[in-house]
């Protein structure tokens, strides 16, 4: 008599199993049941979290900390629907995640039952690959499948689309191995490529080295520091390549862009040569496409071949894995006379530093300052979007690029805290901060009770300025001070609602209380809130107008009333 | 071939030519790639090949070159497209059917004929008034027989978009 084979649900969770999935963060509904039951008494850690977008962002955040793919469950209908913009954010950040949505039967598709959604309709320009399962006996290749696709190449994330009567069905036992035979990784250059861009580079006065996410996704930070050293070139980094190079290497100018540090910008003003490591050109960073780096010589290396010559037309497309083709790179260059040049950017960073007001009213400029202290530099930091986002940006100097943790292509608000949460959970035993802002925070602070559930010391730093900070910015600079639908009034007190969540406030709205309060909170052993309460009207400087210029930095309030950008958001 | 220049700023007639997995969904994933950008497709083919597990697709798509070699690429990425190609500007086999019905009296039936004759088209159904016309070609040609039976008013014009195939021992 045979024994009873497994079910579908039960082969997907074997299969995650074996794929080293410690945590799934999800939520579960009538077409999920049969999924949730799989995880019954299995080596595997269930996150019940309080929101579908919740528990994709907890995967996405457990994903950039540890490198690892993400994994969310949720149900069918709204349970899918909510996963959209926890997609989106991923995709646009390539981010692996495994996205499993529950499905009505599938005889039932398209006949609009209770809780059934064209989720794999809805979601086929947020993901990198997406399934519907109709054979149970596909689920152990699909489910491999979805793991390479999620973490190989330019990772992203993959959606199965499961129905309930295929979950639920038994599975006769077939092989798992992939069929994928329009799908291929780039690893290597070609040589003559690698040649050109050395030679390139040995010419090269005034070389920029700009690193991206695709360098941290890669793992190239030994790469990048032994390129930049031997070549002597200084290096900027885009919002997600932060701490590749560590922001504190003397050749380091930080974060470059609409935000960026004058003298990364300046820099790019100057460079006749900038070669981008795993960064795709974005419009925060260009600007203005038709007057980006115009003299300069431009490389960029990319494991995606979509994004050479995207939107800035490259003299060198070298499509390939970043590390891979770093190390191809590497023994060919020679030393490179840029001490005129090197001397220029030191002297940049010393005319033109970040700074902030220090009179007045408590300013968030300071608090995160004074928290970058506190921590050393060794804390994982998320964020939300806006100016929060920002000014934590200029001032945590990151070490490691799995230590900052922020939506960047998306820009979704509500997404520091889920990632802090899956953060840490990836990275036990260290200290994980989600800054984040008034109203970013409220769109996801449900998931104060999967934090206060789950234990973990998770720190949440409420830059609360009363206002949707960067839309009231963009009023106040563009729109003649005009405010419209940026007034946070009805905020509730954040120390009492982390009170009723069991989790510990603090409220911070002096400057002398900066570094005391922190320090508490980091000393707190488990999860706290602090509600710095900061300066309502500060607007963040360096900002190069959206689609202006880069020479047409902004580098404190203007006196003048400024034209609309011409540019996006 | 040079591909037909239809605009002012570049935009040009595309010839694309895909092989694709035969799975639900793949038409989708190939449609959207292009009306995210706003591209319009002139006219697009799925048929099976002779591998069951795919399909190939021929897409003829308006665009300047730039924006289309982006969207190759796109396509490219695909992980059911195993390859996309833009065979506009190469020399290959490619072939289009059209069906037309035209008003055609008695009186004008030699006329007609005469026309069709120079096309090489096919009368496929005749009544009183009408006649049908099947006709097979490049595009260009098919476009040439168009404006020749508009003197007769085109009832209906049915086309069924373009395929092609590379020519010789190089595969498509």
């Not at chain 2, 099976?48 to 897409?59: K, L, V, Y």
Request: aromatic share 6%.
């Amino acid at each position: 008599m045979a024994v009873q084979e497994k079910t579908g649900a039960e082969a997907l969770v074997d299969i995650m199993i074996e794929e080293g999935v410690e945590y799934i963060f999800g939520l579960p509904g009538g077409s999920a049941i049969p999924l949730f039951d799989a995880l019954v008494g299995r080596n595997i850690k269930l996150v019940l979290t309080r929101h579908e977008q919740g528990a994709v962002h907890m995967a996405d955040g457990y994903a950039r900390a540890t490198g690892k793919t993400g994994v969310a469950l949720v149900t069918s209908g709204p349970g899918a629907t909510n996963t959209v913009t926890g997609l989106f954010t991923a995709l646009m950040d390539s981010i692996p995640l495994v996205v499993v949505t529950g499905q009505m039967p599938a005889w039932t598709l398209g006949l609009d039952a209770f809780q059934e959604a064209d989720v794999s309709g809805i979601t086929y320009p947020c993901v990198k690959h997406s399934y519907l399962v109709k054979d149970v006996d596909d689920i152990p290749r699909i489910m491999r499948e979805a793991f390479f696709l999620a973490s190989s190449g330019r990772p992203g994330p993959v959606l199965i689309d499961m129905p309930k009567n295929v979950s639920g069905a038994r599975i006769s036992p077939k092989a798992d191995t992939m069929q994928l035979p329009g799908y291929s990784v780039p690893k290597a250059a070609q040589d003559a490529e690698v040649a050109r861009a050395a030679t390139l580079l040995a010419a090269a006065k005034r070389p920029l080295l700009l690193v991206g996410h695709g360098a941290a996704i890669s793992g190239a930070a030994t790469e990048v520091r032994a390129l930049a050293e031997t070549l002597q070139a200084p290096v900027v980094n885009t919002l997600l390549g932060k701490g590749v190079l560590p922001e504190t290497h003397e050749l380091n100018l930080g974060m470059l862009g609409m935000h960026g540090t004058a003298y990364a910008n300046k820099a790019i003003i100057d460079c006749d040569l900038i070669m981008s490591i795993g960064s795709r050109w974005d419009d925060r960073i260009v600007s203005k496409y038709d007057e980006f780096c115009v003299n300069a010589v431009k490389i960029h290396i990319d494991i995606d071949a979509a994004e050479i010559n995207k939107v800035v037309k490259v003299d060198l497309g070298i499509v390939g894995d970043a590390k891979t083709v770093l190390r191809q790179l590497l023994p060919r260059l020679v030393k490179g006379d840029t001490a005129d040049w090197v001397r220029q950017t030191k002297r940049w960073r010393r005319d033109f530093p970040l700074k902030f007001q220090k009179e007045g009213k408590l300013r968030a400029q300071q608090v995160i300052q004074e928290l970058y202290r506190l921590t050393g530099g060794k804390a994982i930091v998320t964020t939300d979007v806006g100016q929060h986002q920002m000014w934590a940006a200029q001032f945590i100097l990151s070490e490691s690029g799995r230590d900052w943790i922020s939506s960047g292509g998306a820009g979704t608000m509500g997404f520091g805290l889920p990632s802090a949460i899956g953060a840490q959970l990836g990275r036990p035993g260290e200290t994980v901060v989600a800054i984040v802002g008034d109203g970013g925070f409220q769109m996801t602070l449900s998931e104060l009770a999967t934090l206060f559930n789950l234990k973990i010391p998770v720190k949440i730093l409420v830059i609360n300025n009363h206002y949707l900070g960067m839309v009231r910015q963009w009023q106040n600079l563009f729109y003649d001070n005009r405010y419209s639908g940026v007034d946070l009034e009805g905020n509730p007190d954040f120390v009492k609602l982390a009170g009723a969540y069991g989790i510990k406030g603090f409220r911070i709205s002096r400057s002398a209380d900066v570094r005391r309060v922190l320090k508490a909170a980091l000393d707190h052993p488990g999860p706290a809130l602090i509600d710095a309460e900061v300066e309502q009207h500060d607007n963040v400087f360096p900002m190069i107008p959206a689609g202006a210029a880069h020479k047409d930095m902004l580098l404190g309030p203007p006196r003048r009333v400024l034209e609309k950008p011409t540019g996006g958001t | 071939m040079p591909a037909e220049i239809t605009g002012g700023n570049g935009a040009a007639r595309h010839s694309i030519s895909l092989y694709v997995a035969n799975k639900p969904g793949v038409l989708i994933r190939i449609a959207l790639v292009f009306s995210r950008r706003g591209y319009n497709i002139d006219s697009l083919v799925v048929s099976e090949t002779e591998d069951p597990g795919f399909s190939r697709m021929n897409i003829v798509a308006t665009g300047d070159r730039a924006t289309l070699e982006q969207i190759i690429k796109q396509l490219n990425k695909l992980v059911d497209v195993i390859h996309a190609r833009d065979y506009s500007y190469e020399d290959v086999i490619q072939k289009e059917l059209a069906l037309f019905k035209i008003d055609c009296a008695p009186e004008r039936r030699a006329e007609a004929l005469q026309v069709m004759e120079a096309f090489k088209a096919k009368t496929i159904d005749l009544s009183e008034r009408t006649l049908a016309v099947e006709v097979t070609g490049s595009s260009e040609k098919l476009d040439a027989l168009e404006t020749m039976l508009r003197s007769f008013h085109i009832r209906e014009m049915v086309r069924t978009g373009k395929v092609l195939m590379a020519r010789g021992e190089a595969a498509t």
